[in-house]
């Protein structure tokens, strides 16, 4: 026998091996890809108040965008942008999306960009969690969803570093 024959089930293992890792660096890439959400919650809404905003921290390694958002509470979810032009704060949606550079976070904050949740179809309660899709789309055009369950608050969460 030549010493570099292998058996069938020698190399059936050995397709089975090289399958299994090409398998996990593929799910590693993707995980490494994703947009990691952090810190979400909503503010909380008053009777007859038909929009409300949502807030959070996105970052993504290897850059995205965040192009689209959905809300079963809301009519219409957009992202939007608040900026001082002169003496004037506006705000006005991004029509092209958000861009997540890579490797850097993007606040979503009051007074800044956040989602805006506008037709709102019940009231947005204190204490309640909302449902919240957001879609992303990275450099080479991929598409991914993530699926959010986020908390009503009346404010902004303390952050601890800034309490020192």
């Known amino acids: 026998m030549h010493p570099f024959h292998f058996t069938s089930t020698a190399c059936s293992f ?3 091996a090289i399958a299994v890792i090409g398998i996990t660096l593929l ?3 993707a995980l ?3 947009v990691v959400v952090q810190n979400a919650w909503a503010r909380a809404t008053v009777p007859g108040q038909t929009a409300t905003g949502v807030f959070m921290s996105l970052s993504s390694p290897a850059g995205a965008r965040l ?3 959905s809300a079963p509470v809301a009519g219409v979810a957009e992202v939007h ?4 032009e002169g003496d004037v704060m506006k705000m006005a949606a991004l029509k092209d999306g ?3 550079p890579a490797g850097k976070t993007v606040e979503l904050k009051p007074g800044s960009y956040h989602l805006m949740l506008m037709d709102l179809k019940a009231p947005v309660k ?3 969690d909302i449902a919240l899709t957001l879609v992303f789309v990275d450099g080479k055009g991929v598409q991914s969803k ?3 369950k986020v908390p009503v608050r009346t404010m902004a969460p303390m952050d601890p570093l800034q309490t020192r």
């Open 14 to 16: 050995a397709r089975q």
């Open 67 to 69: 192009v689209w958002a």
């Open 98 to 100: 958000l861009e997540l």
């Open 81 to 84: 942008e608040m900026r001082l």
């Open 146 to 148: 993530t699926e959010l």
């Open 27 to 29: 799910a590693q890439t």
């Open 126 to 128: 204190k204490d309640s």
């Open 32 to 34: 490494a890809q994703a």
